[in-house]
């Protein structure tokens, strides 16, 4: 009786799927979501004229957004989406040279060890990270692709482009950490923890 049970359990609709866990339709869902935010965000920080200007300061979009991405993700998740966002960066510039890939690389992996082991997921630590990572960027960006090349005039281009432009991108950190908290408490009432078939979610 028990061989006959073992083989019909074993027989029984084989070619029948298990349908997707709330966990990875929330994770699906998550993830397409922030794909659709970064090329938002690239689209509209790149295009010229398409996104306002205030006395010639530029809106870096993509900065805050990583760091919200970053703080929400997971190691390999929260690398690829920095890369990638990075990448096409570079790609829409002339003067990219994989700096963008990288640099969102690295900072992404700080903040993902910085949020598992020592700070908490809130509005204040979304405010430190993204302030400290566009003032980084500025830094950076303008040693690099200014002091080092030589430019004349890279103190005053400092002060007046990369300053207001930092300052003007951190004020989108206020618009991105609410909206990607809002987005994941809606995939999480949509989609709770205990379900039927979700074995792996069951407490």
């Not at 922030?34 to 689209?43: D, N, T």
């Not at 900072?107 to 997921?121: A, D, G, P, Q």
């Not at 990270?129 to 003032?135: A, E, M, N, R, V």
């Not at 004349?152 to 609410?178: E, H, N, R």
């Amino acid at each position: 009786m028990a061989d006959r049970y073992n083989l019909y359990t074993i027989t029984k609709h084989p070619e029948e799927k298990r349908p997707l866990s709330n966990k990875k339709k929330r994770t699906y869902y998550m993830r397409l979501d922030y794909s659709l935010l970064i090329l938002l965000s690239l689209l509209l920080q790149n295009t010229p004229h398409l996104f306002p200007t205030i006395m010639g300061a530029h809106a870096f979009l993509l900065l805050p957004l990583i760091v919200c991405i970053s703080m929400f993700e997971k190691n390999i998740s929260a690398a690829v989406f920095a890369i990638v966002a990075g990448a096409l960066w570079d790609a829409a510039t002339a003067w990219g040279d994989g700096f963008h890939a990288l640099f969102f690389l690295v900072v992404s992996s700080v903040i993902v060890i910085l949020m598992k082991y020592f700070l908490r997921n809130n509005m204040k630590t979304a405010l430190l990270l993204s302030g400290c990572t566009i003032l980084l960027y500025s830094v950076v960006h303008w040693l690099i692709f200014s002091v080092a090349r030589g430019n004349i005039g890279s103190g005053m281009l400092f002060l007046t482009y990369y300053l207001p432009s930092a300052a003007y991108t951190f004020l989108f950190t206020f618009v991105y950490y609410p909206w990607l908290r809002k987005i994941i408490a809606r995939l999480q009432l949509k989609y709770p923890r205990k379900e039927v078939f979700d074995e792996e979610e069951r407490p």
